[in-house]
């Protein structure tokens, strides 16, 4: 409740934290091929002013670097939708918001469960509060958009455990939303893809539970072992993740902190021998080639130090990279339908996966944005300008939807 009154006081530190980031601006690559540059320049900069000015009221005392980012990100509250019955609830003790068409239908709807993206450490149902109405709209569908715990504060598997729990308890209850339970779909993006492919892995083969139709992960984080694939190092300073950040946050949700960082990213976190036993799924062998011409170079491994894998070992679980599921489970899998961009450091977790699964008899649809960078779907209607390409984006998912 103080931030708003801190805001005020602080409007020189804000001054200064422009400062910085105006000078820190042409660090920051935007390629040419990006839809809206200077749209996305223009975000970039309020984010990075966010960060510098949350930067400064840490050291200051006055409040974390985290919790000041959630706030700026938190997003304005919208009024009432003339077109969906709105509600928040909680399902198995997670907060949850569901959307309901207000028309009538010939029948039981299809139901959606929506995980949010941030990393695991930002957003929420206010902040995706756009897009899932969207969703709901476009596709006459019930949404269910869920508020995991995020990290630091919650580490792995907190986020998982309540995607899950959440997603059980609407399977349990799909009647009393009308929905068909032959149609039911798990979706997010980015850290939510993460959570989308983790649980829809857990339910597959459940015979307690309706089957899911399908999932929908739009530019997944799919694995924690190799921070040096083409497009880590093809988009590595693209806004609106960078490389760093992307390691930044899968630690945090591990282990709540970002000890290890520097290993992470030079790939000195997991022994030889377990990424040679990997390889066969997480290797840029498996990439197409057109997606090397940018610019990539081979990276020697390196072994790691028991100490640090001690710390970072549970990278190796499905649930919290679900590129590493064994076949038996990804042949469970049902109709997935993935998002990839190109100037985007997931990107080639998105392509990774895809071929696993097509690898396993999955039926996938694959959409690429060639213009889009990551992040794109939730700014499609930003602050009063859209970025057309996330439109786009998020048309292919309403569309494959209602194939479904």
Known sequence: ALLPALLLLLLPLAALAAAA??????????????????KLRLVLTVLLGTAALGRILEKTGLCSQITFGRYVRQGRKLGLDPKLFIQDLQ???????????????????????????????????????????????????????????LAPEHKYP????????????????????????ARVIVCGDSAGGNLAAAVSQTLAGRSDFPKLRAQILIYPGLQALDFNLPSYQQNRGVPLLFRERAAFYVLQYLNGNATNLEEVLE????PVDIKLNYRKWVSPDNIPEKFKVRGYKPRVLLDCTSEVF?????????????????????QQLP?????????DVLRDDGLLYKKRLEDNGVRVTWYHLEDGFHGIIS??????????????GLDSVVNFLKSL
């Not at 980031?21 to 200077?38: C, F, K, W």
């Not at 959606?112 to 569908?141: M, N």
């Not at 001690?310 to 990804?330: G, H, N, Q, S």
């Open 267 to 270: 790939g000195s976190h997991i």
């Open 21 to 38: 980031v105006l000078l820190g601006l042409p660090g920051y690559d935007i390629p040419p091929g990006v839809n809206q540059p200077a």
């Open 379 to 392: 700014l499609y209607d930003y602050c009063g300008f859209s970025f057309p390409s996330g439109k786009r």
């Open 158 to 181: 907190a986020a998982y455990e309540d995607c899950l729990n959440a997603t059980q308890h609407f399977l349990q209850h799909l009647e009393h939303y009308g929905v068909d339970p």
């Open 91 to 149: 399902f198995n003790e997670v907060p949850v918001r569901v959307y309901q068409p207000k028309a009538t239908s010939d029948g039981p709807r299809r139901g959606i469960l929506f995980f949010h993206g941030g990393g695991w450490v930002f957003g929420s149902l206010d902040t995706y509060e756009k897009v899932c109405r969207y969703l709901s709209r476009e596709s006459d569908s019930v949404v269910v958009s869920v508020q995991y715990r």
């Open 310 to 330: 001690e710390k970072v070992k549970r990278f190796c679980e499905p649930m919290l990279c679900p590129l590493l599921a064994e076949d038996t489970i990804i």
């Open 335 to 343: 109709e997935s339908f993935i998002l990839t961009c190109e100037y």
